[in-house]
């Protein structure tokens, strides 16, 4: 597979209207979700980078992204149509409960950006199936966790597990680190950049909302990484067990 670093590039344009044609989690690690508020209780699926080929149908040109899952209710699917919008435009939204209006969702939208920002920063590494999926699962941490501090993703009103026999302890551990690193203050927020969002179009349709880090002004985006296109075909499909929280019942790990 392709890698490709390009860091200074710009994300989406706000105005325009996207069509995801394939995605793929090339780094990652089934988990268990679980979230009382939700209602969501042992959902399996893959925890990591989600790799999308996006299409402006505006100027019908198409790049490639790597996002992450800011939606744990819906499934990823491709093909797809998504408008650009940002995660504080959620804050106090339904389908995000512990989002809460005020001063703890504009921090949880700040901490995020502080996760993104380490990412940029190459404090995360976004080609290993650890750290990848250890990112993914502290971004749900902080998005779907009543409260903006003492974060821990195996307990709570929202943790993640083993799904499949796979053994996620690791995973966890790294999660969890994170999570105290934005906590005290030792990963920060780029002042510059904004936790951009991917929202289904139509608003409402079931289909999971995506999230990186843009800004206008050149900055560094969340990370970036060009697949074969083969590749992206063939993981679009959905034949790859690992499908970015395309969540399924648990149950054997399909690969």
């Known amino acids: 597979m392709a890698l490709a670093a390009l860091g200074a590039a710009a994300g989406p344009a706000f105005a325009d209207t996207y069509e995801t044609n394939a995605y793929s989690v090339p780094y990652g690690t089934n988990v268990t979700v679980n979230d009382s508020a939700l209602g969501i209780s042992n959902e399996g699926g893959g925890a990591g980078g989600i790799v999308i080929a996006l299409t402006d149908t505006m100027t019908n040109t198409m790049s490639t992204l790597t996002v992450w899952c800011s939606d744990v209710s819906n499934y990823l699917s491709a093909p797809a149509s998504y408008t650009l919008d940002t995660l504080s435009s959620d804050i106090g939204a339904s389908s995000y409960p512990a989002l809460t209006v005020g001063t703890v969702g504009t921090t949880k939208v700040t901490q995020i950006n502080a996760l993104l920002t380490a990412l940029a920063n190459g404090l995360i590494s976004p080609v290993n199936a650890v750290t990848s999926a250890a990112l993914q699962a502290a971004i749900w941490e902080v998005i779907y966790e009543t409260g903006d501090s003492g974060y821990d993703v195996t307990s709570g009103n929202f943790f993640i597990g083993s799904y499949g026999g796979d053994n996620v302890a690791t995973v966890e551990a790294e999660a969890d680190q994170y999570?105290?690193?934005?906590?005290?203050?030792?990963?920060?927020?780029?002042?510059?950049?904004?936790?951009?969002?991917?929202?289904?179009?139509?608003?409402?349709?079931?289909?999971?909302s995506l999230i990186y880090l843009g800004s206008s002004s050149a900055q560094s985006q969340s990370a970036r990484v060009v697949p074969e296109p083969g590749s992206l075909v063939l993981l679009g499909t959905g034949l790859v067990g690992l499908a970015a929280l395309c969540r399924r019942r648990a149950g054997p790990t399909r690969r």
């Open 179 to 208: 999570l105290s690193y934005i906590e005290l203050g030792t990963w920060a927020a780029n002042a510059s950049a904004t936790v951009e969002q991917l929202q289904p179009a139509p608003y409402g349709s079931n289909n999971q």
